[in-house]
């Protein structure tokens, strides 16, 4: 019986493990922060550009952000700034 718990918790382990992961390549996820700032993160199939664009038009009402700035963390996007 003790060596069934320990199995079933290995198992449980690695399932686990196996859905912690960076974003895909495509995702994407930008949050409005108010008063003009956003925040958000995406894979790395977007390109600095792709990410303006989608950021202006989803957040700044069709212009491009003033303020962008673009780091890259643990194999994708992060993004923050201001219309």
Same mark, same amino acid.
């Given at each position: 019986? $003790? =060596?069934?718990?320990? #199995?079933? *918790?290995?198992? *449980?382990? #690695? ?5 912690? +992961? +960076?974003?895909? /390549? ?10 003009? &700032?956003?925040?958000? @993160? #995406?894979?790395? =199939?977007? *390109?600095?550009?792709?990410?303006? &664009?989608?950021? /202006? #038009? ?7 952000? $003033?303020?962008? =700035?673009? &780091? ?7 993004? @923050?700034?201001?219309?």
């Amino acid at each position: 019986m $003790r =060596d069934l718990k320990f #199995a079933l *918790t290995l198992a *449980t382990c #690695a399932i686990l493990a196996g859905c912690v +992961s +960076s974003p895909a /390549g495509n995702k994407l996820s930008i949050d409005n922060d108010g008063g003009g &700032k956003f925040s958000g @993160h #995406a894979g790395m =199939d977007w *390109t600095q550009d792709e990410l303006k &664009k989608m950021v /202006g #038009a989803q957040v700044c009402g069709g212009s491009a952000p $003033r303020n962008f =700035d673009l &780091k890259v963390m643990s194999g994708f996007w992060l993004f @923050h700034g201001t219309c």
